[in-house]
């Protein structure tokens, strides 16, 4: 069964396989970019890959509302228990686990996590989502790290990579980390929420197409991709 995958903008995704429904870092009452408000979405499952409030800002609402299962590293899942949630998985880098939509394993990110309050959020992370149709790499916020390569090996039909620069990768790291995963597709993401991190993501796709063999999706918010 084919699996759709939303940009909502920023680093949000909605991730339609099957009966189920996956939202990842909804960041989009307060956003700039994105085309629909928190109130509009159904999960069942919410992935949460590090604790900034650009990442996490609509977390509570959606798993509150929705009875959401929350997916996000030990710390982040214990930040939300003692606000009150118990439908929560907590996982680590390195650590798969079979959900009914597939399996979900976190991979390392070069970033920060601290959650709005302050509190340690633990390491970010990205996600592997290996689906029948497809496995799926969200780098989420990260730098270039040449372990990249490996998350690649197990064959990448699509990655979505930031590209805005300033808080994660940049068009050139971005370009390099495609070298490494080698996905059939990848989708620019984390760009143009503000000025701050504003890109042209033309431009990068068509730098894709000469020095990889990678097929660039550019989604503007509200795009769609199929496995």
Known sequence: MATELTWLGHGSWLIHSGSHRLVLDPFLDDSPVAPIKSDAVEADFILVSHGHFDHVADVEKIARRTGATIVSTYEICEWYGKKGLDKLHPMNIGGGFRFPFGRLKLTMAEHTSMLPDGSYGGAATGFLLLLPEG??????????????????????????????????????????????????????????TWPLIAQDAEAWAERVRRETSAEPIVLSPGGKVML
Not at 148 to 173: K, Y
């Open 135 to 192: 496995n799926v790499y969200f780098a989420c916020d990260t730098g270039l790290f040449g372990d990249m390569q490996r998350i690649g090996e197990v064959g990448l039909s699509l990655a979505a990579l930031p590209i805005g620069d300033n808080f994660t990768m940049g068009p050139d790291d971005a370009l390099e980390a495609v070298k490494l995963l080698q996905p059939r597709r990848v989708v620019p993401v984390h760009r143009n």
